[in-house]
């Protein structure tokens, strides 16, 4: 007996110890059961209005205070202001966590009226009530087939539609649901098996969050799960008056948006909460905003969401100037002709390879044995995927040879590899995922194009410490010439990339595989599930270059506006929980980045599932007549079967194999996908005594249970097929999971060869070998436990790698978060108004303190008049004796004085004419527009003409304070994401000389952001404090400002999958997607670009193109 096994035996397992906690919990809920049995409908009903009135009160004196605070800010002078917003922030906490106080006192009492609520919808066609307001507007929607009005009555029915089909309510949650609920509430993750009822689980929890009126988030992982979720689940909220709604049903910046987040329950998918987020933070007006603040979140499938597309940032990108990029068309035939000289000399070395390792091996000659093992070597340094090869690889002892050549040529950090690779074009690296040109592929591309220095990288630090050196030169000279080498130096950079990426698109992404031409555009097959990843694009151009190779259309470069990985925009909210049937092999990623314990919860009743010992075979061809044979063995017996598959293209292979036996079966691919709820539906059936039999690339319809028929179940159940292991362990367990539900039977089983791509790169060696010393022939199997460990094993690793890279990922994009909590704060302070006026004198204390400290006297005088519009307040003697503290005191004080006389003089202007307006014209406008100019620009104020005159047109200048500093945050804020973009990528050569890209990353966007800081209050404080209304003639009519519209940009969204080895620095970067390929698809849409002379959207009256697309 192992350590860990004598600690488990003394202390119990971490599940064990996690249920000994919950069972009191549980215990409470299960007394409080009988008393809410005991009630009528409409009683049941009044005890929830009362226990949510008492949670709700449980905070009164923290929100009283707050409303108290905040009707007296405009009162307050903006030096004293921050302190009430401090007492706010601090008084809006303790509100919340006296909520969780309430929540959990409530928490038996409430799970127990979700649960006999659950109970008297399965155990009555109705369930009639006294009908409330709530009630009759729920009756009033035609979708809402699960509630009628009779009278005063309200009748409750037990069958509705949801996702489409019709549904019965059956379930009645079981102790362990209430376990999971309680788990959920903690603010943990429920690991619960396939088929235990995890959406009914979510009930208890989503229901008695939504009690403090703050709002819960359900996270489903597809907009079907989403809208399916919502209806059916949501009668059992509402029955209680709770409202619900899902985004995904609505527009982005509809009102039927902004009034979905405002419901009690909201559910939607992660990618829209991801870029509502995105876009409330683009807004230009308090109108546009959709989302209120991030209280609790239940993720469904939280594995999928917060570990499998951690690595995708949501970004919202619009046009760049520079317009499209053709290289990867320029350069495409070039590589595709280098593509297959290598493939032709791949084909050769491995025919050279099996001639001498033959003749080597008969003549017991080591030396052409080696000569035969370094030919093989090559072969696969220049195209490790190719088929040949790998069938090659399966015999006995090739591999291990490999293997050991490898070693040689890999030992004293890579110092032999030249030799090896000097014949080549170009290095493939399939655990890299990287293709690198080598010398001789540089030379062949040279003559190609007959230039010698055309793909070849010049040294800039050798160049530059010329150019220092030279004496013959004046400084603007040298600077002239150092920007003409940069210039040069980023084409040639840009002409490596585009020539590597083609490369790798050509060596280590296949059609029908990693993706899928479709409709005229490359589109990227997730992995993990098999299905079509609707807008997402590769990064890096990697995208462009596929495309190029697949000759469809090259979509142009964009320019990021705004993005957000996933695991920072969760991260925001106040409580996150998640459920899934497969978190405990990543519990540590699940801890270590998000705080998020994972609770396993043991099944309702024991698994009758045989998981058997993976069944291993030398190659693909021999694995997969051994699979058919399994299915129609099985299928014969009565039995349905699910096989899983890694990709489509061994899906299709598959499928005609079956074919050729005369076996019916259904397909269920990314090419597929919108026939999965029909397909899984009908995988548990039998016919004739013979099972059906359903291929389905991984995704095998999560979120939908396969359910078996009495035969089927007497036959034995459901029987699970895995083609090939996946690198996740938890993708396997997943396809596992499908068998086995609630207590079936069933049985799993994986068919593994030493050629699928798990195997060859990380656990074959051991394997072979054991293969080898037994003498395996073709057709033979090995089937044991220690070969599953050993995969295992392998997996294990990968694992490991994957979460470094993530976890790398997180790093790079923490230092953009700190930037974007900072900016997104300001942003919100402006785009509402309340704090603006505290953050503007905020920005005067920091230029004025900023030119104090780092000037003399004339250049302070200088600042002051530039930055400031104002004469510096002392004299030159003051200036150099005085302490710096108590002069940055006196000229802020000076600074402000000159701000508000100014800010008064535009509200003494504007008056009169405002005053005019509305008492001669008021009803003719709501909104005007008020002119204000710094002296070099003319801004258009649209202003709230009732408001302007009942505030005495303190609101225009308001308004004018808002315009500038949005726009100014704006602007600078793209310009920064743009330079973070190109340092990602620039860092990475730090490498090369022994430093660390992430610590120079660090170092390198503090001097970003300091110069973005600086630039930004700059320019607010000259606009702001030179503001004027301009002298115009008497008889100028009024201008009327257009009615207020939701912000309306040339923006797309969406997630762009990273390149393996630049993951982790490309967190955000420049992205390419395709407006065309946006529209009408959820989540990812482009918004309506607005014709250069239609108005400009944004209020102002002027032309779209002297406007907002002034730069587009």
């Keep these: 007996m192992n350590f860990n096994k004598i600690l488990q035996s003394l202390f119990g397992n971490k599940s064990t110890r996690d249920m000994k906690l919950i069972q009191p919990i549980v215990e409470k809920i299960k007394a409080e059961y009988p008393k809410m049995q005991a009630l009528s409908n409409d009683e049941l009903r009044a005890k929830t209005k009362e226990l949510q009135k008492y949670v709700q009160e449980y905070a009164k004196e923290e929100k009283a205070k707050i409303a108290e605070l905040k009707a007296k800010i405009e009162d307050t002078p903006i030096d004293e202001r921050e302190g009430i917003f401090n007492q706010i922030d601090k008084l809006e906490q303790e509100a919340l966590d006296k909520y969780e106080v309430a929540l959990n006192e409530v928490l038996p009492q409430v799970f127990a009226i979700v649960k006999d609520t659950a109970r008297r919808f399965a155990e009555n066609e109705e369930t009639i009530v006294t009908a409330t307001d709530f009630d009759r507007e729920l009756a009033s929607n035609p979708a809402n087939d699960f509630v009628t009005i009779d009278g005063d009555k309200a009748i409750y029915h037990n069958h509705w539609t949801a996702g489409g089909n019709d549904m019965k309510w059956e379930m009645i949650h079981y102790d362990v649901q209430l376990f999971g609920g309680v788990v959920l509430h903690q603010g943990k993750i429920a690991e619960m098996a396939t088929g235990e009822g995890k959406t009914l689980v979510g009930t208890t929890p989503i229901f008695l969050n939504a009690l403090t009126g703050n709002g819960v988030h359900v996270v489903t992982v597809n907009d079907y799960l989403a809208k399916r979720d919502s209806e059916w689940m949501g009668p059992l909220y509402m029955f209680h008056g709770l409202s619900v709604d899902c985004i995904d049903k609505h527009r982005p910046n509809s009102d039927e948006r902004r009034k979905a987040y405002l419901a009690d329950i909201t559910f939607g998918t992660n990618n829209e909460f991801g870029f509502d987020y995105l876009r409330d933070n683009m807004a230009t007006n308090p109108a546009d905003l959709v989302q209120r603040q991030h209280n609790y979140a239940i993720v469904d499938e939280v594995d999928s969401v917060l570990i499998d597309d951690a690595r995708t940032p949501l970004i919202i990108s619009g046009p760049i100037p520079k ?344 397909v269920l691919n990314a090419k597929l996908h919108q026939q999965e709820a029909q397909i899984v539906a009908e995988a548990g059936r039998s016919v004739n005594g013979k099972g059906a039999v359903t291929i389905a690339t991984n995704m095998a319809g999560r979120g939908t249970d396969i359910k078996l028929t009495p035969e089927v179940k007497a036959a034995g159940g459901l029987a699970i097929i895995g083609t090939e292991r996946h690198e996740s362990r938890r993708v396997d367990r997943q396809l596992r999971g499908r068998a086995g539900r609630q207590g079936d039977p069933g049985s799993s089983v994986f068919y593994v060869s030493l050629e699928d791509k798990l195997m060859r790169l990380f656990a074959s060696e051991r394997i072979a070998k054991v293969m080898d010393r037994l003498g395996f022939e073709d057709g033979e199997r090995i089937e044991s436990p220690m070969i599953s460990k050993s995969i295992e094993r392998a997996q294990r690793k990968v694992e490991e790698n994957n979460f470094g890279i993530r976890k790398h990922l997180l790093e790079y994009d923490d230092v953009m978060n700190r930037q974007r909590t900072v900016i997104y704060e300001k942003r919100r302070h402006a785009l509402m108004g309340e704090r603006i006026g505290m953050d503007i004198a905020n920005i005067i204390w920091d230029r004025v303190l900023n030119i104090v400290n780092n000037n003399d006297f004339f250049g302070a005088k200088e600042e ?151 630039d930004m209050y700059d320019r607010i404080a000259s606009i702001l404090m030179r503001g004027q209304i301009p002298v115009m003639e008497q008889e100028q009519p009024v201008q009327e400002a257009a009615p207020e519209q939701r912000t309306q940009q040339n923006y797309v969204e969406s997630k762009v999958d990273l390149d393996a080895e630049r993951e982790a620095q490309e967190a955000a970067a420049n992205q390419d997607t395709r407006e065309g390929a946006q529209v009408n698809r959820t989540p990812y849409r482009a918004e309506h670009m607005p014709r250069p002379n239609d108005p400009c959207p944004c209020g102002s009256g002027k032309k779209f193109k002297n406007c907002h697309g002034r730069n587009l």
């Design 323 to 666: 317009g499209d990029d053709q290289m990867f068309e320029q350069y495409q035939p070039l590589v595709e002709k280098l593509y297959e000289v290598q493939r032709k000399q791949a084909t050769e070395l491995l025919a050279e390879a099996k001639q001498k390792i033959t003749e080597g091996t008969k003549a017991k000659n080591q030396e052409l044995l080696d000569e035969g093992f370094l030919a093989l070597f090559r072969s696969y340094k220049a195209l490790p995927k190719n088929k040949p090869l790998i069938k090659y690889l399966s015999e006995e002892g090739i591999k291990a040879g490999l293997l050991k050549t490898e070693e040689y040529y890999m030992a004293n950090n890579n110092r032999e590899m030249p030799k090896a690779t000097e014949p080549l074009y170009f290095v493939v690296d399939e655990k890299l995922n990287s293709a690198d040109l080598t010398d001789k592929g540089t030379d062949w591309l040279a003559k190609q194009v007959n230039d010698k220095e055309l793909f070849v990288l010049p040294d800039i630090t050798t160049e530059m410490s010329e150019l220092e050196a030279r004496t013959d030169l004046s400084d603007q000279e040298r600077l002239d010439k150092k920007d003409e080498m940069l210039a040069h130096y980023g084409v040639q950079s840009e002409r490596v990339h585009t020539l590597q990426q083609l490369l790798k698109a050509y060596t280590m992404f296949n059609n029908n595989d990693e993706y899928v031409v479709m409709d005229g555009q490359v589109k990227i097959v997730d992995e993990q599930t098999g299905r079509i990843m609707e807008g997402r694009r590769w990064s890096d151009g990697l995208h462009q270059a596929i495309e190029a190779k697949e000759h469809v259309k090259v979509e142009a470069a964009t320019q990021t506006f705004a993005t957000i990985t996933l695991q920072n925009y969760f991260r925001m909210y106040h409580k996150l929980a998640g459920m899934t049937g497969t978190a405990s092999t990543e519990s540590g990623e699940f801890w270590d980045i998000y705080k998020l314990d994972v609770v396993e919860i043991p099944t309702n009743r024991p698994i009758q599932r045989k998981d058997l010992d993976d069944r291993v075979y030398k190659t693909a061809r021999e694995k997969y007549r051994a699979v058919i044979d399994e299915i129609e063995e099985t299928r014969n017996a009565g039995r349905p079967v699910l096989v899983g598959t890694t990709s489509v293209e061994i899906s299709e292979l598959l499928s005609k194999m079956l074919k050729m036996r005369n076996i019916p079966h259904n």
């Design 864 to 1014: 002051f008049l530039k930055v400031l519009a104002m004469e510096i307040p002392f004299n030159e003697d003051e200036y150099e004796n005085g302490r710096r503290e108590d002069l940055a005191e006196r000229a802020f004080q000076e600074a402000m004085a000159t701000f508000k006389r100014k800010t008064d003089r535009i509200q003494a202007t504007a008056m009169p004419i405002i005053k005019q307006v509305y008492e001669n014209q008021g009803a003719m406008y709501e909104r005007i527009m008020v002119p204000i100019t710094d002296g070099k620009r003319m801004y258009n104020i649209p202003c709230n003409l009732k408001e302007a005159y009942e505030s005495e047109a303190k609101n225009v200048v308001k308004e004018f304070e808002k315009n500038v500093v949005l726009q100014i945050i704006d602007d600078d804020w793209k310009e920064n994401l743009r330079k973070l973009d190109e340092l990602k990528h620039s860092v990475q050569n730090a490498s090369y000389e022994q430093k660390d890209p992430l610590l120079i990353f660090k170092l390198e966007s503090a001097k970003v952001w300091d110069a973005m800081i600086n």
